[in-house]
Nanobody, 128 residues
Framework: VQLQASGGGLVQAGGSLRLSCAAS?????????VGWFRQAPGKEREGLSC????????YYADSVKVRFTVSRDNAKNMVYLQMNDLKPEDTAVYYC?????????????????????WGRGTQVTVSS
């Protein structure tokens, strides 16, 4: 089971990026949830979003609710995080993670220990 986040980069404030999370070694379809997290230097890991692969239900942290959108492409075994109106405080390493047995995002979706597998992060830097 492997996950790989990609799509990060350097962007000016107000700009957009789309992160991708590619799964390999297993199928996301039906049983998985995928969470997006970020961690800035000196800060705790923050849960941003969760998507239930089976029903497409989505959940967001208040800090990103209006600006970020999570989506999935079951055929490609991919999950995406569209990030708009980026701010300097969004600068962090972004990770995707999955639990392949839950099916739906629980109320604890933003807690890191919930997830079994983590991808290598991708750096997002937002300049002012």
């Amino acid at each position: 089971v492997q996950l790989q986040a990609s799509g990060g980069g350097l962007v000016q404030a107000g700009g957009s990026l789309r992160l991708s999370c590619a799964a390999s070694g297993f199928s996301l379809y039906h049983t998985a949830i995928v969470g997006w997290f970020r961690q800035a230097p000196g800060k705790e890991r923050e849960g941003l979003s969760c998507i239930g692969i089976s029903d497409g239900s989505t959940y967001y942290a208040d800090s990103v609710k209006v600006r970020f959108t999570v989506s999935r492409d079951n055929a490609k075994n991919m999950v995406y995080l569209q990030m708009n109106d980026l701010k300097p405080e969004d600068t962090a390493v972004y990770y995707c993670a999955t639990d392949i047995g839950l099916g739906k995002c629980p109320s604890s979706w933003s807690r890191s220990p919930l997830y079994d597998y983590w991808g290598r992060g991708t750096q997002v830097t937002v300049s002012s």
